[in-house]
């Protein structure tokens, strides 16, 4: 691994010419199989540039040509941060403020030096010492002389041992690199039923719909369900396949029956009592995220004095739930399986990977009622398959 060297020449000095040309022949001679040579000028105001150009000798004919085809190189501060001004190809002039810390903790970098390019691409390379690695992260936020974060900039981060990553910043004007992969575990949360379909049209009932939210939360939690369980319920006799769900989530505080002691396991759940299930499980009872607040709109058909109307209005906060074209929610209808497991990935965040799906057929659990042009098929393959999720921009499934 090569060694990264700085070389600083110029300055405030008389002999500023002599610097300039001792500190370029000094960069010619390095030992390029062991050294990464950076030669950094500095003007006599100490202002520090860097560039293709800058170790050429020929180019310090015209300074001010130099320095416009080089890069500015500024040093953090003890808070992190520069506020640094650049001139586009068109001639505008920007002002941005960048701000570099240490992402788990939060502390700022000093002594970092930035750059800014002509196309507004900006470089930073650490000090020495600071490590980066998947275990040592680094964020770089970008604003501009409002404090207005600036999406899309493109940055490249160097560490003290050549390691490089970049990218672009966010709607937030951060970027955190290296890029980590994140993988997690995605259960089974919907079984299909013994005659091998999956009745994708079939009103769900309140002991399948149990069932689900008790299978995603004991896998979160890490506990076994019991299959057999006595419950306060009446018409849920304890061997009955769904008894250790309700159980759990009873006990959870998720549940809740037609009465205190009657459950109706095989009626058909309405959208109002599956959404009302889904907002106590998720917890999601109150003020809800403000620019979705802003999206939604009442359901016509849905009063305030609707038994579920909060629930549902906390479910269309979050974007969870769809209403129809007409403006109505139909909150009475019954609620079919294809829409629950569509509805339920949509809480969870959940996609099919549709490369891998299509490449291992053969491994998965598919249905006969549920073919690929089905507009539920991705929704189904997600629910009815446990995979391992590598996480990003969208989802893919690790064999």
Do not use: C
Not at 40 to 52: A, P
Not at 170 to 188: M, N, S, Y
Not at 193 to 212: K, L, Q
């Amino acid at each position: 691994m090569k060694t990264r060297v700085a070389m600083l020449f110029g300055g405030k000095s008389v002999e500023h010419e002599v610097s300039v040309i001792s500190g370029i022949q000094a960069v010619m001679n390095m030992d390029t199989d062991k050294y990464e040579v950076i030669p950094v000028y500095m003007t006599k105001r100490n202002e520090m540039y860097i560039g293709e150009e800058i170790g050429k000798i020929e180019s310090y004919k015209n300074i001010d040509e130099l320095l416009k085809k080089s890069q500015r190189v500024i040093m953090t501060n003890e808070d992190g941060k520069v506020t640094a001004g650049y001139e586009d190809a068109d001639g505008d002039r920007w002002t941005l403020t960048i701000k570099v810390e240490h992402t788990d903790t939060g502390r700022p970098i000093p002594n970092a030096e930035v750059a800014i390019g002509k196309t507004g691409n900006i470089t930073v390379k650490l000090p020495d010492g600071t490590d980066l690695d998947k275990n040592h992260r680094v964020t770089v936020t970008v604003t501009d002389h409002k404090k207005n974060p600036q999406e899309n900039k493109n940055i490249i981060v160097k560490g003290d041992l050549s390691q490089t990553a970049k990218g672009k910043t966010d709607q937030d004007g951060k970027l955190t690199v290296p890029e980590i992969e994140e993988r997690e575990r995605h259960g089974t949360y919907i079984l299909g039923y013994t005659d091998g379909t999956f009745g994708p049209s079939r009103s769900m009932t309140r002991a399948e719909a149990a069932a689900i939210f008790a299978r995603l939360l004991a896998e979160k939690n890490g506990d076994t369900i019991s299959t057999v369980a006595n419950t306060r319920f009446t018409d849920i006799p304890a061997h009955a396949w769904y008894s250790g769900y309700a159980k759990y989530l009873n006990n959870n505080g998720v549940t809740y029956g037609k009465s205190k002691t009657i459950f109706a396991p095989d009626d058909a759940i309405t959208r109002a009592e599956f959404t009302t299930l889904a907002v106590r499980f998720f917890d999601v009872y109150g003020d809800g995220d403000a620019e979705i607040m802003e999206q939604y709109r009442d359901f016509n058909d849905v009063s305030d004095g609707y038994w579920a109307a909060t629930y549902i209005k906390a479910a269309a906060k979050h974007g969870w739930i769809n209403g129809y074209g007409d403006g109505s929610f139909r909150a009475d209808d019954e609620i079919n399986r294809a829409e629950v497991v569509t509805i339920v990935n949509r809480l969870l965040g959940r996609e099919a990977d549709a490369d891998y799906i299509a490449d291992n057929l053969r491994k998965l659990n598919t249905f006969p009622d549920v073919s690929r042009k089905h507009w539920a098929y991705y929704a189904v393959m997600e629910a009815a398959n446990t995979h391992t999720a590598i996480l990003g921009d969208s989802e893919s499934w690790s064999k």
